[in-house]
């Protein structure tokens, strides 16, 4: 059963020129629940827009996302950040944690505008990511790759239905990206999050079973990119 | 989410906002509190010694002395304050004691002081008759007595025993004058009997000696009769030759004062009689009310100034905390979530800000009671409840919830997806 579903998705920035540029255009597109995909798009390609649309973040102009059963164009700013709240969890690539907060009250950020705080759920899943004796410690305390640990226990921390990851590995060295990868995939199957992660990073995009080309199915990037690049992509 | 969960999540968001920028609120919060201080100590000391000038514990309803202003004569007899305007005829003091509409008649004899302190010449009706509050006369000390009035003996008021030392047993020498000038003194020695218990009134900075060692003091003169005696030793003095400062009265009934009035103040030509002493002291106060609205203005504009404090506090934040609202809106939270967390936040800020303000009201206006107990004998009190203790952090949290208006709505339309950077 899907709890993703994108038909005829479409968003436009306007260039300082005043002409609107297509970056989005994407006839259909499905996560099903508990799913893992890594949605492979270089620099530019429009992924951090996509994500933000699946988020309700930024508005498409046209098209229609149907997430967690319910059409995002039919609600309200305040209903998406609503919906965002209870059924999305955000991994970035510059983690985006509160640097005044500490690890723990981060993880409780991202469970305030859901279900209220809960400190054991947080504890959990820091002990989760292996950052338990870490919670009192400021983000600027704590290595890179513990800072993206703590932002994958925060994205689960309102007990998503759907984990966007952004280029969760941009920051990291290989085996640092391969554990957080790993850890990222690890705690949404166990928790029965469903994860879409885009990335550029080939070493990233193996360690899954289904890879989709944001190429393939973003039809602003077939019509600009020539067939060979299409092939040496994919 | 339940309310709790909701109070606690915008608790965590305002108090890391605050500690983030420590500096910055803690100067804010001292300037709401001076502010906040400032405004409650102005409101409070201008009622208290209203109050207690107008209407304070006087026990006299009227004051009969020499032609002259009625205020100097309530400020010099009452307060003790401001020099004589001169004396009137004993003879005088007798006929009105005898009004069957007055209660009680007490003759002052004023001219001398100790250490500027004044010392009235009165009868020992002062201690047995005079009620400087409904049922409350002045009471000595254990240990002390009131004084014999053929002998020279004082009875002190308790704010002199503190600041000078005296105590029954002490012996003094008066100065000639009200202003203490130390060539001035007296050859004659008094003897503390009594001291006074603290009556909180202008009466707590008075000695009180028998109006007959007053007038046989060297160097007083009489001149009831016209010309001037000088009392010898031994020989009784005329009542003719007697004359008092002031003769402090307690009416049976309001009537009785609107008689008097017109009698003495309308119709006579050698006295005036200050009646109601409350009323004096009310138009000295209606006299100098430009004051209050000038110290009302300089109270409001602080209060104004502290919420701008506040405004730009915040405002100087936003730009570094965009960011912030970028992330807590892709979390999930509402616009209006992060609108109302910068106006809790200011509110926060002028409420510690009026919370520390109390201490710096009680700073402010112990300081003012020692003043004005020192000058006046009139105490204020640090806890006597006014309007302005509960208003001023009212109308202070209000305007700082105000003050944050203006950069809770820059929060409110922060862009996420722009700030959530970097983009690809």
Redesign the interface.
Known sequence: MPILEVKNLKKSYTSPEGEKDLVIDIPMFTVNQGEQIALQ?G???G???FL?LI?G??KADDGSIVLAGQELSSLS??ER??L???N?G?V???F?L?Q??TVL?NI???M??????DKDFARFLLERVGLKERMNYYPGQLSVGQQQRVAVA?ALA?SPKLVLA??PTGNLDFRRAHEVVELIRRVCFENGAALLLVSHDQNVLKQFDQIEQLANINRTLKESIPPKSMEAQS | MSYFGTLAGFILLVRRSLSQHALSTLVTVVSVALASGLVMSIFSIKTQTYNAFTGGPVGFDAVLGAKGSQLQLVLNTVFHLETSPGNIPWIMYQTIQKDPSVELAVPYALGDNYRGFRIVGTTGKIFTDFQYQKGRKFQVQPGGRSFDPERREAVIGSFIAQKTGLNVGSKFNPYHGLVFDEKMRHAEEYEVVGVLEPTNSPSDRVIWVPIEGFYRTTGHVLRGAGEIYEPKPGEEIPDEHKEVSAVMLKLKNPQTGFMLDQTINKQGKVATLAWPIGQVMAELFDKIGWVNSILALVAYIVVFVAAGSILASIYNTMNEKKREFAILRALGARRTTVFSTIVLEAASIAAIGSVCGYAVYAAILSGVAIIIRAQTGVVLDVLQFHPALVLTPVIMIILGALAGVIPALKAYSTDVATNLAPTS
Do not use: P
């Open positions: 798009g620099s530019g390609s992924k951090t827009t933000n988020a973040i930024l700013e305040a950040d609503r965002r709240a209870d999305i955000y970035f690539q510059t985006n509160l005044g907060y009250e409780l950020v991202g305030m505008f859901s279900n209220g705080l925060r309102n952004d280029e």
